[in-house]
């Protein structure tokens, strides 16, 4: 199966080059003339990670330890012991989070506290360094040089906006702030995967970070022999940092990462007789990325107040191609080009000392987006796809009404062509206080935000048709036909998010309760707009030969593609603790939470005879669940261990077909754990200087499947374990996953009435050095 | 009446996307009634059936043009009827009366020439602004009531 190739517009080119000329400018900025030292003051710069000193998000005002919310938290040394390589390595190591592995880096659908998205918006935002990252087809990018990840669960929109109403994770990458000096790495592993890094931390202000990744992938494809899965990507980073001024502080980062996979192992399941079939597939189904982030920091620092900004410009191109029918048959295809240009800016106010009450500290906040998708999604139907899903539904239809009447198309093969322009635009303004009191946290917040969104659409097919039937002489051949749908629709809302909490610190433990509402931004089904051509279609074709059905073919137009936003109310009490002793410590946190979530996005079969299913604002669910995380170490051994549970369900769902009142909320697990022990060794003699052995164990579900909940996958436990020893100037370590090889099943989907999976990646071994 | 059965011949062209070439045009006079099929020896009646009328340049012919019927109950389509070349008996000095007549057409539908439903027994006439006709379309006897809009 061959790669996708990426090949950009060439408006795209020049997009893309904005950002990098406005690096070069900040380079060559006359504020670098007889600067000051680059740090700023309160900054420790270390050449080993080791204690560190992290700076926190822009909008961090509260330490970890006082926020109140469940928050995960990790670092970059058990980042890259654990081999966290993006976002989906976070599942069950942070309680309740599950990113499911499958399909390809553009589907990274995120379930978190039992509520997810397989598509448009998320549940959860993702932050790095502060930016928002706009597009979810853009979360799953390799880590290299992660400082802090940072997981607050539960609504966080009052701070962080949209489409955060389950949690947001805060990636920090490092910097010369945090380090300096190089820092290199090579690991080789199972299916030929291999990942090289090296980025140097120059003394002073400037970063830089190149990586590569291979595989040749875990799946093959029986139709040809060849991966499904086979995957490249390169990296680059590049980080500024400096002090303008005395009072002024600038950091320009600016990340670029392009990707090339092949992708979509899907297997069909035949339920009746329980047989999962091979990966087979005949039409190339992959995809590509190019992704651009760059990013402008400023902070200004007064006696009285600080004054931050945060403005990024994203530029966001891939394609995705699919084998739609994921089989040998010649059905349909589809292929997915976005080309999408973001901007965001965001202004943050603080108090300085003069300003700042002892028992008030606050933070008010300006935000403002915009980003334009041009999007194309041509399917295209081929002699089978025709054969066996167009003509078959058409004439097994007139067989009804016009015995012994049937339809042709003439053509092999014939595109639906949906282009669509997709603006979205947004201002929000926020507040949050923290009062003390003796040893009581008040923390109150609000949020005002509003968006709107514009999309235009134009859905265009053509083909040759003739009509046969017992007595009938056509008066020509095949007769040409063309549809052309084209306009426009618009959405708007205004939001309204507060948050309450208060938190009691007892010494070692504190503890703590939450109210906060979030909510997920609106949009438009694009996805469905080929059914509705198809329909328009069909009452096309039939309307040109005389004939009219008694109820429309569809009932939905472009006017029944918007949905607005889902608004989720999340009520929370949890507590941690931490106490440290010479020899051994041991610190935790617990919670406890119950989320109602309205005006549910989710998808229904829509009015009419259409095949496909469209996202509306459908109902109603609630999930209730715990969180515990442990961490300890006695002597030379530590343990941590997380467990989430949920049990989310529907209050309300009835897509049209089904009432699924009362059943789980599908593709969500139930409980999620992840147990870690290890052991080091110190020697800190000579040229070697410590081993760590370390064992893990993870485990999730059960996973249900579908709405009717008659399909979900066990609980099922992986095995991981692996060795590192550090010396003078580097460091090796061999690292198992999966070492039970369990192979479970991480995705399922029905297609024009087929049932499908894919299956969890098999054991695997990874090797390497670092520098 | 006759200048405006006339006025139909003003345009020629294709209606309703069909290839046949007929004397109906979008101008041409639109009757709305009732029609009445025999089928399996029950009478099925369609209210608000549009049958539209064009006469040849000649007046020696004429076209009729049944939109969106429905034959039988069990239908769930609906489906244009082109009558073409029906014999004009006559038509009155002042063109408001025409009679008409036609035995083995060939109606036109489904996009071709639809030999299963052949016309026979076709008569009927335009007066006083009304339409009505009987015919036998294939095997089911049809009647036709309607009135100018």
């Known amino acids: 199966m061959a790669q996708i190739c990426l090949s950009l517009p060439p408006s795209c080119f020049g997009i893309m080059l904005l950002p990098t000329v406005l690096t070069i400018i900040s380079l060559a900025s006359p504020f670098s003339a007889g600067m000051e030292p680059s740090r700023m003051e309160e900054e420790t710069v270390l050449d080993t990670l080791q204690g560190a000193v992290h700076i926190s998000s822009a909008k961090q005002v509260l330490p970890v330890g006082d926020i109140p919310s469940a928050v995960s938290v990790m670092e970059t040394e058990e980042i890259e012991n654990r081999g966290v390589g993006s976002i989906k390595d976070f599942t069950d190591v942070m309680p309740n989070l599950y990113i499911p592995d499958y399909g390809s880096a553009m589907t990274s659908s995120v379930y978190l506290r039992g509520f997810g998205s397989r598509m448009d918006n998320p549940v959860m935002g993702l932050y790095v360094d502060d930016v928002p990252i706009m597009n979810k087809n853009a979360y799953d990018f390799d880590f290299y040089d992660i400082s802090e990840a940072v997981l607050l669960r539960g609504p966080q929109s009052t ?105 979509y192992p899907y297997r069909e399941y035949d339920s ?89 500290n606050w933070q008010t906040g300006f935000f403002a987006f915009f980003k334009y998708n041009d999007m ?91 009509l046969e039937a017992p007595g009938l002489t056509p008066d020509a051949g095949y007769r040409p036909y063309e549809c052309i749908y084209k306009g426009n629709q618009a959405i708007g809302w205004f939001e309204f998010m507060p948050k309450l909490s208060v938190m009691y610190d007892f010494g070692a433990v504190k503890a703590y309760a939450t109210v906060s509402e979030g909510y997920k931004a609106g949009g438009f089904n694009v996805q469905i707009f080929s059914d509705i051509l198809q329909n328009k279609m069909m009452e096309g074709i039939m309307e040109g030969l005389g004939v009219y059905f008694e109820s429309p073919v569809g009932n939905i137009g472009a006017e029944n593609t918007s949905y607005m936003p889902e608004r989720c109310v999340n009520f929370e009490a949890g507590g941690r603790f931490d106490v440290q002793k010479k020899g051994y410590g041991i610190s935790g946190e617990l919670s406890l939470f119950h ?34 995380s442990i961490f300890s170490r006695l002597g030379n051994f530590s343990l941590s261990v997380s467990y989430g549970y949920c049990h989310a369900g529907f209050v309300e769902y009835n897509d049209g077909a089904n009432d699924f009142r009362g059943n789980r909320i599908p593709y969500s697990p139930e409980h999620t754990v992840n147990a870690r022990l290890s052991y080091e060794w110190k020697a800190n003699r000579g040229f070697f200087k410590s081993l760590t052995a370390f064992a893990d164990y993870s485990g999730v579900g059960k996973i249900y499947w579908n709405e009717a909940n008659t399909l979900y996958e066990p609980f099922h436990s992986f095995l991981g374990a692996g060795i590192r020893a550090e010396f003078n100037r580097f460091g090796i370590f061999i690292r198992g996953e999966n070492l039970t090889d369990t192979r479970n099943r991480t995705f399922y989907f029905k297609s024009v009435g087929r049932e499908f999976f894919q299956v969890g990646k098999p054991v695997r071994f990874t090797v390497g050095i670092t520098l | 009446m006759r200048t405006i059965l006339l006025l139909a011949l003003a345009v020629f062209g294709i209606f309703s996307c069909t290839k046949a070439e007929t004397d109906i045009t979008e101008e041409s006079p639109e009757y709305r009634g009732t029609m009445t ?60 009366t025409v009679v008409f007549s036609g035995d083995g057409i060939i109606p036109y539908a489904l996009g071709g020439e639809y030999r299963k439903f052949v016309v026979s027994g076709l008569s009927g006439k335009i007066e006083n602004g009304m339409l009505s006709f009987d015919l036998v379309f294939g095997e089911y006897p049809t009647s036709y009531t309607g009135y100018l809009l």
């Open chain 1, 595 to 628: 989320a109602q979530c309205h005006n549910q996005q989710l998808t229904v079969f829509p009015p009419g005879k259409s095949t496909g299913r469209m996202m509306t604002n459908a109902g109603k669910s609630a999930s209730s669940g715990a969180e515990a």
């Open chain 2, 37 to 96: 099929v025999i089928y399996n020896g029950e009478e099925f009646v369609s209210e608000n059936v549009s049958v539209m009328v064009g006469l040849s340049e000649d007046s020696a012919t004429m076209d009729m043009k049944m939109l969106k019927v429905k034959f039988v109950p069990a239908m769930p389509v609906r489906i244009d009827v082109l009558i073409p070349g029906v014999r004009v008996e006559s038509v009155s000095e002042d063109g408001e």
């Open chain 1, 159 to 263: 701070l962080y906006g949209r489409n955060s109403t389950s949690g947001v994770l805060l990636l920090n990458t490092l910097s010369v702030r945090d380090f300096t000096g190089i820092r290199a790495s090579a690991e080789y592993g199972s299916a030929n995967t291999f990942k090289l890094k090296c980025a140097a931390y120059l003394p002073g202000e400037v970063a830089f970070s190149a990586g590569y990744r291979h595989s040749d992938g875990f799946y093959r494809n029986d139709y040809d022999g060849r991966s499904s899965d086979r995957y490249d990507a390169f990296n680059f980073g590049f980080k500024v940092h400096r002090k303008l001024r005395r009072d002024l502080f600038f950091e320009n980062i600016l990340s670029l990462s392009l990707l090339t996979q092949d992708g």
């Open chain 1, 376 to 466: 194309s999604a041509p399917v295209k139907f081929k002699r089978d796809g025709i054969d066996d899903i167009i003509l078959a539904n058409a004439n097994e239809g007139m067989q009804s009404g016009l015995a012994g009447a049937e339809l042709f198309i003439e053509e092999d093969e014939f595109d639906i062509f949906s282009d669509f322009g997709i603006m979205t635009g947004g201002a929000a303004l926020y507040h949050e206080s923290y009062f003390t009191a003796g040893n009581w946290l008040f923390t109150a917040g609000l949020r005002f935000d509003y968006e709107g969104a514009r999309m235009d659409y134009d859905s265009r097919s053509a083909l040759h048709y003739r």
């Open chain 1, 272 to 360: 009746s007789a329980g047989i999962l079939h091979p990966v087979s597939y005949n039409d190339t189904s992959g995809y590509g990325r190019i992704y651009l982030n760059e990013a402008f920091k400023f902070k200004y620092m007064a006696s009285g107040f600080s004054l931050s900004s945060v403005t990024s410009f994203q530029v966001l191109y891939d394609d995705m191609r699919l084998d739609q029918d994921f089989t040998d048959a010649s059905l349909f295809t589809l292929r997915q080009t976005q080309a999408e240009a973001a901007a965001t800016c965001e202004l943050i106010l603080k108090p300085e000392p003069d300003w700042r009450k002892p028992w008030w």
